[in-house]
C-alpha cells in the first residue's frame, strides 16, 4: 500500500512568500541569533563565576579552557534560542500546522535501529573522508583558526567532567536544536525550493558548513545529508536526532574512555570501510523500500 506524506498548506502569514526568500532569511536570523546569544551567554556564564572581563580579552582561549562548563552551556543556549525557537517560529508562520511542517511525529524502533545501523557502518568511510578532507589546500589563516578550534575541542572532549552533563550538551542539545532547524525548518523550505533531492543536498552541505570547520566540511556534509535523507524517507524527526545524538555520544565516549588524542581522526583499514559501505548500503536499501516514494 502506497503511504503518503501529508500534504503542508502554507497558509502562515509568510507561507506565499518565495520558499528562497524564506529560506534565506530564515538561515540568516537562525545562524546570527546563534552566535550572538550563545556568545553572549557565555560571557554572563563566565562573569557570574566571577571572571572579569579584562580576564575574558586578555586569554580569551585560556579563559575558555578552565571554564568549560560555561562555554557547552551558553553553546547550549545559543542552539535553543538561535535554532531551535527561530525554527518553531517561522515553521508556524509557515502553516498552521508547524509541528507536522517540522516532521514532529512519532517514528517506529525499526525505522530508528536501521538509521543507526546505518550511521555506525557509514563513520569509517566518514573518517576517511575527513582525512581527504584536510588535505585539500586551505588558506593559512583558515587553518590557524581551526587550530584554535581543535584546541578548544580537545580540552573539552578530554576534559573531567560529569560524563551524564556532557552527553546532555554535547549530544543531546545539539541532536535536538539543530536537527530542529536544519531538518526541520531548512530541510523542508529547501524541498520547496529545489525540490526533494537538491534539498536534502542542500540541507546537508549547509549543516557541514555551519560548524565553521572548512577542513572537516565534507564529512560533515555527507552526515548531514544522511540525516536529512533520514528525516525525509521516514517522515520524522526523531529518525535524524536519534542518529546526530548516537554520532556525537560516541565522541564523548571516545573522549572518556578512548586512548590517544580525543580530538584526533582515527582512520580504520580498507577493508573495515568496504564492509562499512556495505552495511550502511543495505540498511539504506531496507529503509528505502519500506515505503514507496513519497509525494
Request: one cysteine or more.
Amino acid at each position: 500500500m502506497v503511504q503518503h506524506e501529508p500534504l503542508i498548506s502554507f497558509d502562515g502569514p509568510i507561507g506565499r512568500w518565495p520558499a528562497w526568500v524564506v529560506l534565506s532569511l530564515g538561515l540568516l536570523g537562525g545562524l546570527v541569533t546563534y552566535l550572538l546569544v550563545g556568545n553572549l551567554a557565555v560571557v554572563v556564564w563566565l562573569l557570574l563565576e566571577g571572571v572579569t572581563l579584562s580576564e575574558l580579552l586578555a586569554d580569551p582561549a585560556g579563559t575558555m579552557a578552565a571554564n568549560i562548563g560555561a562555554l557547552l552551556g551558553g553553546n547550549a543556549i545559543g542552539l535553543g534560542l538561535g535554532l531551535g525557537v527561530i525554527a518553531l517560529v517561522l515553521a508556524r508562520l509557515d502553516t498552521s500546522v508547524p509541528l507536522t511542517y517540522l516532521r514532529m511525529r512519532p517514528v517506529g524502533l525499526r525505522d530508528v535501529s536501521l538509521a543507526l545501523l546505518g550511521l555506525v557502518a557509514l563513520l569509517p568511510a566518514v573518517s576517511w573522508l575527513g582525512k581527504l578532507n584536510e588535505l585539500l589546500p586551505m588558506p593559512e589563516f583558515i587553518r590557524s583558526l581551526e587550530a584554535e578550534q581543535m584546541q578548544i575541542i580537545e580540552w573539552i572532549l578530554s576534559g573531567e567532567g560529569n560524563i551524564a552533563l556532557n552527553l546532555v550538551l554535547i549530544a543531546a542539545a545539539p541532536a535536538f536544536f539543530e536537527e530542529v532547524f536544519f531538518r526541520g525548518f531548512v530541510l523542508r523550505r529547501a524541498e520547496r525550493s529545489m525540490g526533494i533531492a537538491w534539498g536534502i543536498i542542500f540541507s546537508g552541505v549547509i549543516f557541514g558548513i555551519f560548524h565553521l570547520r572548512l577542513t572537516q566540511a565534507l564529512p560533515l556534509s555527507v552526515l548531514g545529508i544522511y540525516m536529512a535523507w533520514c528525516a525525509w524517507r521516514t517522515r520524522s524527526l526523531w529518525v535524524p536526532v536519534a542518529v546526530h545524538f548516537l554520532n556525537n555520544a560516541l565522541a564523548v565516549a571516545v573522549a572518556e574512555w578512548g586512548v590517544g588524542d580525543s580530538a584526533e581522526i582515527v582512520t580504520l583499514p580498507w577493508p573495515w570501510v568496504i564492509i562499512g559501505c556495505a552495511v550502511f548500503a543495505v540498511s539504506v536499501r531496507l529503509l528505502h523500500t519500506k515505503r514507496r516514494m513519497y509525494v
